[in-house]
Structures are given as C-alpha cells and as structure tokens.
C-alpha cells in the first residue's frame, strides 16, 4: 500500500512538472510570436523607436551613475585637511610658515603677560600654549565658517544669473563671467577664478572641484553634480539650474529656522558657561584674599587647571549637544 501511494505521488509530481514546462515554452513562444508580428506589422517603426528611447534611457542613467561615482571618488581622495587649504577657505593667501610664526609669537608673548603678573609657570605654560596653537586655529576656524556663510548668503542669487542667462541664449560662460565681475563676495572671488583657470586651460570640471576644495559646502557640490551630468548627459540645463535654486532657499529656511527654534538652548549654554568664571573674577574683585590660595600655591594652581580641563570638556559636550548637523 505505501508503494502504491509514492508510485501514485511521483506520477503526480511528473506530470506537474511537465505540465509547467509545457506552459513556460507555449508562453514565451506566444510572447515570440506576439513581438514578431508588432515588429512585423505597421507598428515596426514604433517598436523600433520605443526600443531605441530604452537604450538611450539606460545609456543616460549609467553617464549619470558614472559621473556621481566619479565626483564622489574625488572627494573621497583626500580626507585630511592642510592648514594653507584651511587659509584658502578663510580668504587668505598666507604661507603655512608664517601663520606658524605668528601662532608662535603670541603663544611667548602671552606667557611672557602672565608671568610678569605673578602667576605660576604652569600657567604661564598653559595660557601660551593655548593662546599659540589654539587660539590662531580657532580664529581661522571662525574666519572659514564666515566666509561660508557669506558664500551661502550669495550663492543662490547667483544660480539664478545663470538661469536667467541661459534662458536669455547666453551660454554658460558668459554667465559665469557676469557672476565674476557683478557678484557680491566671496561669491565673485571664486568665480573670477573659475573664469580665470578656463582661460589657461583648465575645464569646467576641474574649476568646480577646485571651488568645492575652497567651499566644501553641500549646494557647491550640488551645483557641481548639476552641471557635470549636464555637459556630459544633456538636458534643460535652465530647469535643471532653477529646481537646484528653490532647494538651495528652502535649506536657507531650514537653516534659520532651526537656528531660531535652537537659540533658547544656545542661550541656556552661553550662561551655565559664563557662570564659573564670572563668579571668580567677582569673588576676585571683592575678596582678593579667599582665592589667593588657588593662586600662590601649587596645589591651588593644579585646581585651577583642573577646573579648566573640566570647564573645557563641559563646554564642548554642551557645545555638541546645541549644534544641529543638517
């Protein structure tokens, strides 16, 4: 009996199989035949045409995959910064050696300050190298986010030069040379170099990847992608210029507006970290004798330092906590 049951099954389990390569061949030859006859018919011209935009399609979407693999390449190629890219980006054409000298010279200047007002040489130690490797770099830093900041004020006005130019018939590098010569700053600065490498030679690509290096900012790199996919793919290059302008004022909004949703939280961080050293330049004013042991003995001083370290390590966490990356 259970021989008549698996004879019984395997022949059901043939006969399935059978049956459904039975109906995958008669498909796929009705298919054939369907697509012979379209291309056989009075529809052969539309076939062929539909069949052509296809292949143009997917030839347009792999230039376009190829291009952003290509940008992102590049600016994945060098992750660590130099310190004359990080001048460039601030607007200055300073040497990296005599930035150094600079930092140098303040950092002995201000040790030099507090030891001739009585303080400790550990301190004195401390205050100079803060204020000769710090200090310049934070001031640098500031001076970079600034200017980044003007360049975004700027930019999206000069997008919409451009698109108005292309839609005029002027082509792209005239466009390029009005924003070069009639833009605010930096927004002109760096055009004007654009325009000025074309000139020698350099390409279009190659000048927008310099100007991304100097503004490693996210619509630069839009505005980059946009026209390398479109000198190398085609395509309405004013609308493609006009989308990319309403995405740059809409980020502009975001950007205020979580700026002023987050100011509470920023103002709250501003004072808990004025507080300790306030109360200690009060208390330094009024009672000059309570903190005179923090001052004149090492034990004091190793407090102060203390102190500081951990004020440092408080401010940053505040300062990591009220910053929005977007």
């Known amino acids: 009996m259970g021989s008549t049951l698996a004879i019984f099954g395997i022949a059901i389990l043939s006969a399935l199989c059978i049956a459904a390569l039975g109906f995958t061949f008669i498909s796929r030859e009705t298919k054939t035949s369907q697509r012979m006859a379209q291309m056989a018919g009075p529809n052969r011209a539309k076939a062929l045409r539909g069949e052509g935009e296809v292949d143009n399609n997917e030839k347009r979407r792999k230039q376009v995959q190829d291009t952003l693999n290509s940008l992102e390449e590049k600016q994945n190629a060098s992750k660590k910064i130099s310190l004359r890219t990080k001048l460039q980006r601030a607007g200055y054409e300073t040497e990296p050696k005599k930035f150094h000298m600079i930092s140098a010279g303040v950092g002995l200047a201000v040790a030099a300050l507090i030891m001739l007002l009585g303080f400790a040489p550990i301190i004195a130690l401390g205050a100079g190298f803060a204020a000769g490797f710090g200090m310049p ?18 930019f999206a006005n000069a997008i919409d030069v451009i698109v108005r130019g292309v839609k005029s018939g002027l082509p792209i590098n005239d466009c390029l040379r009005i924003i070069a010569n009639e833009a605010a700053e930096p927004v002109r600065t760096e055009f004007r170099d654009l325009v000025e490498g074309q000139k020698i030679g350099i390409t279009l690509d190659q000048g927008l990847a310099k100007i991304f290096e100097r503004m490693p900012l996210a619509e630069v790199n839009f505005f980059q992608i946009v026209l390398s996919i479109q000198a190398k793919s085609g395509g309405n290059l004013a609308e493609a210029l006009t989308n990319l302008s309403k995405v740059l004022r809409e980020r502009k909004k975001m950007r205020a507006k979580i700026q002023s949703v987050s100011q509470e939280a920023k103002s709250s961080a501003a004072i808990i970290g004025s507080l300790p050293p306030g109360v200690m330049a009060v208390l330094y004013l009024t009672s000059p004798d309570y903190l005179m042991p923090l001052i004149v003995t090492t034990t004091g001083n190793m407090i102060i330092v203390g102190g500081l370290m951990w004020m440092l390590v408080g401010v940053l966490v505040m300062r990591k906590m009220i910053n929005f990356n977007f």
């Open 137 to 154: 770099r934070w001031i640098l830093n500031f001076l970079v986010t600034r200017r980044q900041k003007a360049f975004l004020e700027e």
